[in-house]
């Protein structure tokens, strides 16, 4: 039965909110924002119909606030609530009050997102549609023998995977029976024993992260707007994402369109909805998981169906008929503009944007929720918008993507458009004269993050510990001697760009810069920064004073230590979880952990401390270490002698 919408309510924020609020005014219903303090400011505010403050600076108090979200759904006199992507989008229980409220939920049933947020019941659901899931125990962990005895079937490496983990968060890879000992130990030890949260999985190495764009009415029709390739990605979270996905023969693409289908049918899914799946180079297909919603990419399946999806969804739930995808037309590229610094490892960043300029031009779209001016704030998540570049093919679309990126200017905060560059130019990514496989799911943290073999086998990017801790191959947490500046200047009328080592402006302009300095960056969207402002200094201060803050706000998902344990530089302390993006911190330095000050699944804001250390207590441990070091090396050497 159809139910049009006429009031829809987007509990969501930034340019997700701004995008459904496009497509709902070109199909004549209005609108209502919410917005959080930060983003009193936000365009997509401005652009609704009506906009509703949330009171608070946290996401629990905000945008994650299920009850005052349903309270404006009354007040608003809304009768449909679009989530976006993130945040409630996939909580059961707000889409249950939804549609008790008498409103339209615009993705599945509160049934359907039972049945596949939870990565042990996604498996079964796919076991019960005939779609192999990746090889693995479809049962919460009880104990280490029966890890072990999968281990020893199925070989190393294996990963363990928390069941209601997203986007990435909550993996472990594990590479030996000592690894998994001591990832049963600290779990069941460290963590009140949540290891019934964890299940077990064969890690599929060198494999294609491949999906397909699904959706399916209420009439029972099905239909596959595209696949997509989102092989690029770091700590398990997508960086650039295309479509169609290429190097895939016919086969591959029917099994994939037909395992989708089975999917949704057995759980009766009505909406759009995104099917996972991992491809190897032997053209095996095995089941990840379902995202019952919008995803950030699915703009390059728009772009390659010549169809809107936010349209799509709102028709499928007034009770309407899809539209049937056509065959894809070109190929589409999305890059994700976030504040996180490649120098860094890609760690999250804040700031004021001080200069935007967008790329334009033939098959150029932005999609963004900033202008300039703004500030990113640390509250919540870093991406600013995306960029997606579309052309007749892969190799037009890739050379599209290098004209671009040098359009492309960002000030004010780190991006990652200096790593952007460089993956566009690399050849096994392009795949102009490699292998089409020789990109896979681990490719980027190989190739331009990970410098240190012995910190990839705790499951973590190797670079993260290899930066934390100082060792060789850390280049990116050292300075950068090669970094410049650039200026524009003129010589005999020609115009020509100078670029002089940083090191020289810096002693050339110091003074000069002292005397015209800008003021500290002030947040424009309310409080925020000197938060993020503080946590920088405890977190640079941690290896003198011991305290280590948290760098963001963000949910606590593991302890890695315990209070009176020596630690390493380098050594993992703390998991965050932030926008279903992981964060890692490490010891800025050896010492002894005196106090732990939160637990998994505490809320946390940036500056908050996580773990204090005695480093006097590593010094000397490191002293002794050292003493008996030269003892032991005077022994051999006698024994040399």
């Known amino acids: 039965m159809a139910h049009s919408v006429n009031t829809l309510l987007i509990a969501n924020r930034g340019e997700i909110a701004l995008r459904v609020v496009r497509t709902a005014k070109e199909m004549g219903i209005r609108t209502v924002a919410v917005y959080a303090e930060q983003d009193r400011d936000g365009r997509y505010v401005d652009m609704a119909d009506e906009a509703y403050l949330l009171s608070g600076d946290t996401y629990k108090d905000t945008y994650l606030n299920e009850d005052l979200l349903i309270d404006i759904l009354h007040r608003s006199g809304a009768d449909a609530v679009h989530p976006g992507y993130g945040f409630l989008s996939e909580v059961p229980s707000f889409a249950q009050k939804v549609e008790a409220a008498g409103a339209i939920w615009v993705g599945p049933h509160h049934t359907a997102l039972v049945d596949l947020g939870d990565k042990i019941t996604a498996r079964r659901v796919a076991l019960r549609a005939k779609v192999p899931p990746v090889p693995g ?45 001591r990832f049963y130990t600290n779990h069941d030890a460290l963590q009140g024993g949540d290891l019934n949260e964890y299940f077990i999985e064969k890690f599929i190495d060198k494999a294609r992260h491949v999906e397909t764009q699904s959706g399916r009415d209420s009439h029972g029709n099905f239909t596959v707007y595209s696949t997509r390739d989102c092989s690029l990605q770091r700590r398990n979270q997508k960086l650039v994402e295309e479509a169609p996905a290429p190097f895939l023969s016919q086969e591959i693409v029917d099994t994939l369109t037909e395992y989708s289908r089975r999917l949704f049918t057995t759980v009766d899914y009505v909406g759009l909805g995104t099917c996972e799946f991992m491809v190897t180079p032997n053209g095996k297909v095995y089941f990840l998981e379902v995202n019952p919603r919008l995803q950030v990419e699915h703009t390059v399946s728009e772009e390659v169906s010549g169809l809107d999806l936010v349209r799509e969804q709102l028709v499928i739930a007034s009770g309407g008929t899809l539209t049937r995808a056509p065959e894809p037309r070109g190929h589409s590229f999305e890059l994700r503009i976030t504040s996180e610094d490649p120098a860094k490892n890609l760690t999250p960043g804040a700031g004021t944007l001080e200069k935007i300029q967008w790329p334009a031009g033939p098959g150029v779209r932005i999609d963004t929720g900033v202008e300039q001016g703004d500030t990113i704030s640390p509250k919540f998540d870093s991406m600013m918008g995306k960029v997606i570049v579309t052309a007749q093919d892969r190799a037009a679309a890739v050379a599209r993507v290098r004209r671009v990126l040098d359009e492309l200017v960002i000030e004010g905060v780190p991006t990652p458009i ?31 993050l990970n410098r240190t073999p012995d910190s990839a086998r705790a499951g973590q990017p190797a670079s993260l510990g290899a930066a934390a801790s100082g060792t060789p191959g850390a280049a990116a947490s050292q300075p950068d001697k090669t970094k410049s500046e650039t200026f524009v200047i003129e010589m005999n009328d020609r115009r020509v760009k100078l670029t002089v080592p940083l090191d020289i402006v810096e002693n050339l302009t110091g003074s000069a810069r002292a005397r015209n300095a800008k003021r500290p960056t ?81 809320g946390v804001e940036a500056g908050d401390t996580l773990v204090t250390l005695d480093v006097a207590a590593g010094k000397t441990s490191s002293a002794a270490q050292s003493d008996s070091q030269v003892a032991n090396q005077a022994k051999e050497g006698g024994k040399n002698d």
């Open 137 to 181: 125990l479809s049962e919460p962990v009880q104990d280490i023998r029966t890890l072990l005895d999968f281990a020893h079937t199925h070989g190393y490496p294996i990963m363990m995977k928390r069941t209601d983990g997203g986007g990435g968060h909550g993996i472990t890879v594990v590479h030996d029976d000592e690894e998994l000992r």
């Open 418 to 448: 200096p790593l952007f560059k460089e993956i566009f130019s690399n050849d096994d990514f392009t795949a102009e004269h490699s292998h089409p496989f020789a990109v896979s799911t681990k490719w980027l943290e190989r190739t331009y």
């Open 522 to 602: 002030q947040p424009l969207r309310g409080a925020g920064l000197h938060n993020a402002d503080s946590s920088a200094t405890k977190v640079n201060d941690g290896a003198k004073s011991g305290v280590i803050a948290s760098p963001m706000q963000a949910v606590v998902t593991r302890i890695n230590v315990s209070e009176g344990q020596q630690v390493a530089k380098g050594d993992l302390l703390v998991v965050l979880e932030s926008m279903k993006m992981e964060n890692y911190v490490y010891a800025p330095a050896a010492g002894e952990v005196t106090k732990i000050f939160v637990g998994p699944a505490d």
